[in-house]
């Protein structure tokens, strides 16, 4: 994914039948006289930001399909 501004990738592996590993990495430009905590800490929102949109996503299909609200 990408706004050719940041970057991110999101991979989701099976580990069991129960359980899946996702995996998110963020790359946001840097910005001069910001320390490198700064640009960590901007990748890990926007991390972020994309895990909650898919939980969104999935959490309204599993309940379209049982009838129930997220």
Known sequence: MTDDIQKASFKAESISQEKTAVIVKADVPKVEGKEKEYEKEREKELA??????????????FCKKRNCRP
């Open 48 to 61: 972020l930001r994309i895990i909650h949109n898919v939980c969104a996503i999935l959490a309204y299909r």
